[in-house]
């Protein structure tokens, strides 16, 4: 017997809403004997490990009992939060995002720049042009091909940090 996705995303999506975190993503994959069962959650204030660990208790707990819809191989548990370059796709991804530096493809080109605003409709990026003048770029999600938050090893010019600032955007 194979596993039960339909009733595995149930179980999982109600224990990840009761703790306040967004199932981002759910696999079941068979690897030799075993069956893995991958978890990504993400919520507006980050996941912490002790978080991790106490959605990752609740899910075996609720995986464990006589009904089990992971099939009847043994499973791992891998419960994660995105990594850094994963694709932003919604609002709320973005909104997780504000103060971090992220490439964006419109279709018509990149842009790099520092996230200042994210709402229901679109983006402010703080785009550096030429001569390290710093300009605000609205991009509508609608023109949006993709995007990813970039590292970044040192710390933003100091006039892009003072608007980070101003708009009470925390990095």
Do not use: C
Not at 44 to 61: K, P, T, Y
Not at 63 to 90: C, K, W
Not at 91 to 109: C, D, I, Y
């Amino acid at each position: 017997m194979g596993t039960d996705d339909g009733r595995l995303r149930a179980i999982v999506t109600e224990v990840t809403d009761a703790h306040g975190y967004d199932l981002e993503e759910l696999t079941a994959r068979t690897v030799g004997r075993r069956r893995v069962v991958r978890v990504v959650i993400d919520g507006d204030h980050g996941v912490s490990l002790d978080d991790a660990a106490d959605v990752s208790r609740e899910i075996s707990e609720r995986l464990d009992g006589p009904d089990d819809p992971t099939g009847e191989l043994p499973y791992t548990l891998e419960v994660t939060s995105p990594g850094v370059g994963r694709p932003l796709r919604e609002p709320r991804h973005f909104r997780r995002s504000r103060g971090r530096l992220l490439a964006v493809n419109t279709g018509q080109g990149e842009l790099t720049g520092h996230l200042l605003r994210a709402d229901e409709s679109g983006i402010e990026l703080l785009v550096a042009g030429k001569k390290g003048a710093i300009s605000p770029v609205t991009v509508p999600y609608d023109q949006i091909v993709g995007a990813k938050v970039e590292v970044e090893f040192a710390a933003p010019p100091a006039v892009v940090q003072e608007l980070l600032d101003a708009e009470g955007v925390t990095r």
